[in-house]
């Protein structure tokens, strides 16, 4: 293997607690601008959202801002709140372990040019020889593009990198079908579906994974 390829949200990283953060604002907001209760309003915008599921725009929160004529930037409430970007603590060690094993490293995702942002807010874009998001294809996994424009920019096969990411919808049914192989993060140890060519709970658990592959 020469090359290893991550997602970000909820791989390396979480937004929740930023969430958490912006989502009762964002429902006061709605709530005013239509004159609706509070909790109507959570459940039109929280609607919304769920009814573009995996589509490209559901992976921007900008998006959804301009579709309630809401007056906010998803790039200024990360750069006011960065303590709320969460890294999980088993990434710097993965990364810096990869890194001096020689391997590349790369990000897909389905995320908008932010997600670049979140990676320099979070200490990880120095980690990756590319990154590559939503913006670069104009298109989101699993399309097989977006993976195949992040092999060209590594220099590498889709049989020499491994893919890591927390849905099997996009990272790996998208990964396994340019041929990678692809590796399920299973985080919050949900049911699987042996579809993955490897299940981890944490990113430790890469370094075996790689021992037998070389």
């Given at each position: 293997?020469?090359?290893?390829?991550?997602?970000?949200?909820?791989?390396?990283?979480?937004?929740?607690?930023?969430?958490?953060?912006?989502?009762?604002?964002?429902?006061?907001?709605?709530?005013?601008?239509?004159?609706?209760?509070?909790?109507?309003?959570?459940?039109?915008?929280?609607?919304?959202?769920?009814?573009?599921?995996?589509?490209?725009?559901?992976?921007?929160?900008?998006?959804?801002?301009?579709?309630?004529?809401?007056?906010?930037?998803?790039?200024?409430?990360?750069?006011?709140?960065?303590?709320?970007?969460?890294?999980f603590?088993?990434?710097?060690?993965?990364?810096?372990?990869?890194?001096?094993?020689?391997?590349?490293?790369?990000?897909?995702?389905?995320?908008?040019?932010?997600?670049?942002?979140?990676?320099?807010?979070?200490?990880?874009d120095?980690?990756?020889?590319?990154?590559?998001?939503?913006?670069?294809?104009?298109?989101?996994?699993?399309?097989?593009?977006?993976?195949?424009y992040?092999?060209?920019?590594?220099?590498?096969?889709?049989?020499?990198?491994?893919?890591?990411?927390?849905?099997?919808?996009q990272?790996?049914?998208?990964?396994?079908?340019?041929?990678?192989?692809?590796?399920w993060?299973?985080?919050?140890?949900?049911?699987?579906?042996?579809?993955?060519?490897?299940?981890?709970?944490?990113?430790h658990?890469?370094?075996?994974?790689?021992?037998?592959?070389?």
């Amino acid at each position: 293997m020469e090359a290893i390829l991550f997602d970000i949200d909820e791989t390396l990283l979480t937004e929740r607690p930023l969430m958490m953060l912006f989502l009762p604002q964002v429902y006061e907001e709605i709530a005013k601008k239509l004159g609706i209760r509070k909790e109507d309003a959570r459940i039109r915008f929280l609607k919304e959202i769920m009814s573009r599921k995996d589509t490209y725009e559901w992976h921007d929160w900008n998006f959804f801002f301009r579709l309630f004529n809401l007056n906010l930037r998803y790039e200024e409430l990360l750069t006011a709140y960065p303590h709320k970007i969460h890294v999980f603590q088993d990434v710097k060690p993965t990364l810096e372990w990869l890194k001096e094993k020689g391997y590349k490293l790369g990000v897909i995702t389905s995320g908008p040019e932010y997600q670049r942002l979140k990676l320099r807010i979070a200490k990880l874009d120095n980690y990756f020889d590319a990154i590559v998001t939503r913006e670069d294809v104009k298109t989101i996994k699993p399309d097989p593009k977006i993976f195949l424009y992040a092999l060209e920019k590594l220099k590498v096969e889709p049989s020499e990198a491994i893919m890591i990411g927390d849905s099997l919808q996009q990272d790996v049914y998208g990964a396994k079908n340019v041929g990678m192989i692809a590796v399920w993060i299973n985080r919050g140890n949900e049911k699987g579906y042996n579809f993955a060519d490897y299940e981890i709970r944490t990113l430790h658990e890469l370094r075996k994974i790689l021992g037998g592959l070389e």
